[in-house]
C-alpha cells in the first residue's frame, strides 16, 4: 500500500534484483533477503530452528516493536502460562500481546505464498503507518517464510529455466507440467502438510518444537489455490 516507509529499510527489489512476481524468488535469495532486513531492521530477529534434508536453513522471523524485544523472553513466558489451567484464569491479559505464527508454502510449489512472505514481512519492517505500529505493540508475529525450502526451490528452479521472454499462460507449457515429482514435496517426497500428527520429517519436528516454544494464540498456513 502506498504509504510512509522507512527508507532504510530495503525493498525486496532492492536485494533480490526483480520486483515480486517477475521470477519465483530462489530460497537463497529469500534467506538472504530476510537476514538483510533483520539486520536493517529493530523489530526483527531471524531464528534459525531446524535444517532441511538438503541442508537448507529453517527459520522464521520474530517481528514485534522495539519495546516488546527487549522482553521478549519476559513476554513468551508469561503468555505459556495461559496454556496451564491451574493459573490461566488468574492471569491479567489487558497488557499482554497475541501471538501470532504466520507459516508459507508448506507445499514447494504452491510458490505464491513464500514470495508473498517477502512482502508481508517488508510491510511489517518497514511501514510507518500507525495501524502498523499498534499490532507491532500488541502482537508478537513469527513469520516463517517457507516451510518446505527443498520442494520450493526444485519448483522455482523449474520454472525459472522454462521462462519465455514472451509470458506464456497456456496451461500446456513445459513451465506449468512439472516432472515428477515436482515442487509438491520435500526431498523424500513427503507432503509435509500430512505430516503434522506423524512428525517424522526435520521441517516438522523444527516446526512443532517452535510450536510448543510459543503456544500462538492464531496459527496461519498459507498455501496457494490452483484450477
Known amino acids: 500500500p502506498q504509504g510512509d516507509y522507512d ?25 538472504y533477503y530476510l537476514s538483510i532486513l533483520a539486520e536493517s531492521s529493530d523489530r526483527i530477529i531471524l531464528e534459525e530452528y531446524a535444517r532441511s534434508y538438503e541442508n537448507r536453513p529453517l527459520f522464521h522471523l520474530i517481528i514485534t516493536s522495539p519495546g516488546n524485544h527487549s ?8 503468555h505459556l502460562k495461559l496454556s496451564d489451567p491451574g493459573i490461566s484464569a488468574s492471569l491479567d491479559i489487558t497488557e499482554m500481546p497475541l501471538v501470532v505464527r504466520m507459516g508459507y508454502n508448506v507445499h514447494g510449489n504452491e ?22 505500529l499498534d499490532y507491532l505493540d500488541q502482537m ?8 518446505n525450502p527443498d520442494g520450493f526451490i526444485r519448483h522455482a528452479t523449474w520454472v525459472n529455466s522454462h521462462k519465455s521472454i514472451v509470458p506464456v499462460t497456456d496451461d500446456n507449457s513445459r513451465g506449468f507440467r512439472e516432472e515428477w515429482p515436482g515442487g ?20 516438522t519436528r523444527g516446526r512443532v518444537d517452535v510450536f510448543h516454544q510459543w503456544m500462538p494464540n492464531v496459527q496461519t498456513d498459507h498455501h496457494q489455490m490452483r484450477a
Open 111 to 132: 510458490s505464491s505464498a513464500a514470495n508473498a512472505s517477502l512482502v508481508v514481512a517488508y510491510y511489517l519492517a518497514a511501514s510507518g503507518d500507525e495501524k502498523v
Open 184 to 203: 509438491r514435496t520435500n526431498h523424500y517426497w513427503f507432503d509435509l502438510n500430512r505430516d503434522w500428527i506423524l512428525v517424522q520429517q526435520p521441517e
Open 71 to 78: 522482553r521478549l523472553e519476559q513476554i513468551r513466558k508469561e
Open 140 to 147: 508478537i508475529i513469527l513469520l516463517d517464510p517457507c516451510l
Open 7 to 31: 527508507q532504510d529499510i530495503p525493498e525486496p527489489s532492492r536485494i533480490i534484483g526483480h520486483e515480486i512476481g517477475e521470477w519465483h524468488v530462489t530460497h537463497d535469495k529469500l534467506v
